[in-house]
């Protein structure tokens, strides 16, 4: 799946120096789009209101809403839930990843065909929704900072998506060449991807914080995480175009941001207008329906999108090393092939620090 030639011909090329130096932490507030799926789960909610709160440590310039969606697993759930009832092999590959979901699907009595999908385009109208809801409960106003974003993922690398969110990537990357934009992806990378196919000079000016994915020495293939497998082309793009990238990989690492209902409770509910958002969201997640899941009292949750915003704050709450980008190959297993660019890695995360830190503003802000 690697970005043919004839494309990534068309992008300016960083030094091994130049790249070193763009990859650093910037040692001061930030200039920050955040690119983000925020009505998929609870997570990006988080994020953003953890970055509103945060003024003095970075300069959010705006936030661009990502398409979502869950319908690639459709037709997998339907065939796994029917493989199941019929009473053969819970390993069986018909199965496969998706066996929890399908026998809590059979616990709850329903029907496969039942679960609602939600379409791209809709994915990302409510995520706009979404982004502007978080600005209300943080007594901040959206005017002139939030964006629609791509209705759909990207079919091919000649025909780049224009939205709203790609111009606006592409306006501020231009706007102070001397200062680079750090644009913290938190959802598939269309909207950026778009940007850079229209604009590829930005590339100098920017650099990708995403989380998503699997380590980039993992042996695992990577269809399950969402942000990278919904856009495959985009997200190839990224780890081959040269655009300095903090990869911030979700498994292993962005996984230990996990939070509790009893954390909810004690840190979180009833501290100020947005805590009371975030706990409503967090009691009431919308994957819960989705997925079947009848004992969220139960669980633990992963804020995932919590470690792009934590790079920033504190390099040390997010451990990370220089190494070569990987190539996304056509089954989604990495590859190393020779000559590849640098960028950096997260290889842990200081969970404790970083969940303190977000209970702290949440507490501070306004009622």
Known sequence: MKTPDH????????????????????????????????????????????????????HLEGVTAVPFSFQHHRDAIIESVNHLREGRSADDDKVGSLRGWAERVIAAGRKAEDIKFVAPDEGAELSYEEILRVYEECRISPDGKVF??????????????????????????????????????MGAVTNIASAFLMAPDIIRNVVVIWTSAYPSHSPHCNAPSLNLVQDTLASSLIFDCGVPHIYLPGYFVGAQLKMSL????????????????????????????????????????????????????????????????????????????????????????NRDAIMMDLYRKLEAAPD
């Open 7 to 58: 494309i990534l011909e068309r992008f300016p090329k960083l030094s091994d120096a130049e790249m070193k130096a763009r990859l650093e932490h910037p040692g001061k507030p930030a200039r920050v789009i955040i690119d983000t799926d925020a009505a998929n789960e609870i997570d990006d909610q988080f994020a953003i209101a953890w970055a509103l709160l945060s003024p003095e440590r970075l």
């Open 148 to 185: 629609r974003g791509s209705p759909g993922y990207l079919t091919s690398l000649e025909e780049p998506i224009a939205s709203p969110s790609a111009d606006f990537i592409i306006e501020r990357a231009r706007a102070n060449p001397g200062e680079l934009l750090y644009i913290c992806a």
């Open 262 to 349: 009893p954390e909810m409770e004690r840190f979180v509910h009833g501290k100020s207008a947005i805590a009371s958002y975030l706990h409503h969201l967090y009691t009431h997640n919308p994957l819960h329906e989705m997925f079947a899941i009848t004992d969220p009292e139960e669980r633990s949750w992963v804020l995932w999108d919590l470690i792009d915003i934590a790079w920033l704050f504190d390099p040390e709450w997010v451990p990370t090393m220089l190494v070569r980008s990987p190539v996304l190959d056509d089954d989604l297993y990495w590859q190393h092939p020779e000559g590849r660019h640098l960028m950096r890695e997260a290889y842990d995360v």
